[in-house]
T-cell receptor, first 111, second 113 residues
Framework: SQQGEEDPQALSIQEGENATMNCSYKTSINNLQWYRQNSGRGLVHLILIRSNEREKHSGRLRVTLDTSKKSSSLLITASRAADTASYFCATDTSGNTPLVFGKGTRLSVIA | DAGVIQSPRHEVTEMGQEVTLRCKPISGHDYLFWYRQTMMRGLELLIYFNNNVPIDDSGMPEDRFSAKMPNASFSTLKIQPSEPRDSAVYFC???????????FGPGTRLTVL
């Protein structure tokens, strides 16, 4: 079953612009993670944000979490062609439960 | 560390044949996960192991699917007999704990004709 749902399903922007992807989930979570998947490759972990955190940064990535709205956003600033990939959010609920992944947002950055 | 290793990278087989996918997790990781990815259903968790013991196999679609982890450095996912609807990319991932980041292998692209 899908816990996280990313929005939009696809996003196309010009190089240098910012890209924002959103994730909504249904039940209370312990952690929320974002992953990137380049075409034909496995997923790569980007960032983890805990339920008691509101914002986290890593390089050009900024993640926010709003537990009252059950949503998270991933912002990529100053996008590059190399950022072209699918981006997934994944959540785990309290306890030792495995991650549940959304269907992802396909980001295309045009040079 | 070489990361999570999967073999084969590509597999083309005919309906009814047995298929075995292999995975070597990152050394020291206690958790191993098998996923299936398709355009229609996205990324689905099939089964996961903790310290070589299967914890949750509720995602395994049918009895035709089975998975084993005979030791900490090796796992297999077997489909017998295979069907065209099993065509997908199968990923193996490992993690230090069940709640940490997961490290994914490159995947096995399975095509069943």
């Amino acid at each position: 079953s899908q816990q996280g749902e990313e929005d939009p399903q696809a996003l196309s922007i010009q190089e240098g612009e910012n890209a924002t992807m959103n994730c909504s989930y249904k039940t209370s979570i312990n952690n929320l993670q974002w992953y990137r998947q380049n075409s034909g490759r496995g997923l790569v972990h980007l960032i983890l944000i805990r339920s008691n955190e509101r914002e986290k940064h890593s390089g050009r990535l900024r993640v926010t979490l709003d537990t009252s709205k059950k949503s998270s956003s991933l912002l990529i600033t100053a996008s590059r062609a190399a950022d072209t990939a699918s981006y997934f959010c994944a959540t785990d609920t309290s306890g030792n439960t495995p991650l549940v992944f959304g269907k992802g947002t396909r980001l295309s950055v045009i040079a | 560390d070489a990361g999570v290793i999967q073999s084969p990278r590509h597999e083309v087989t005919e309906m009814g044949q047995e298929v075995t996918l292999r995975c070597k997790p990152i050394s020291g990781h206690d958790y191993l996960f098998w996923y299936r990815q398709t355009m229609m259903r996205g990324l689905e968790l099939l089964i996961y192991f903790n310290n070589n013991v299967p914890i949750d196999d509720s995602g395994m679609p049918e009895d035709r699917f089975s998975a084993k982890m005979p030791n900490a450095s090796f796992s297999t996912l077997k489909i017998q007999p295979s069907e065209p609807r099993d065509s997908a990319v199968y990923f193996c991932a490992s993690s230090l704990t069940g709640l940490n980041e997961q490290f994914f292998g490159p995947g096995t692209r399975l095509t069943v004709l």
